[in-house]
Nanobody, 121 residues
């Protein structure tokens, strides 16, 4: 059974930093994109950052220059370094991975359970 487990959320003051990590485990054949979404109360879910298996990254305009996404393919991990945090970054952050369970299967999206990030002003 595939699991994505996140860690690293918490409470931080504005201007501070947090690092989120997510590790994928289970019987996985390959992983394509990995990334992070966030959702604040009464807001739509927002794609924060994504990294391809080849290391190409893309960011939401709201986090460009402040957040950095990285991955370790051998360890099946994706991380999100968040600097210069703002109160508007407060949300539940969820990692995801588009992965294949076998060579015969198409890719499907798996999600972590979510981790809360709260930025105080």
């Amino acid at each position: 059974q595939v699991q994505l487990v996140e860690s690293g959320g918490g409470l931080v003051q504005a201007g501070g930093s947090l690092r989120l990590s997510c590790v994928a485990s289970g019987s996985i054949y390959s992983i394509n994109d990995m990334g992070w979404y966030r959702q604040a109360p009464e807001e739509q879910r927002e794609l924060v950052a994504v990294v391809t298996s080849g290391g190409v990254t893309n960011y939401a305009d709201s986090v460009k220059g402040r957040f950095t996404i990285s991955r370790d393919n051998a360890k099946r991990t994706v991380s999100l370094q968040m600097n210069s945090l703002k109160p508007e970054d407060t949300a539940t952050y969820s990692c995801y991975a588009d992965l294949r369970l076998s060579v015969r299967r198409v890719a499907d999206t798996y999600w972590g359970q979510g981790t809360q990030v709260t930025v105080s002003s």
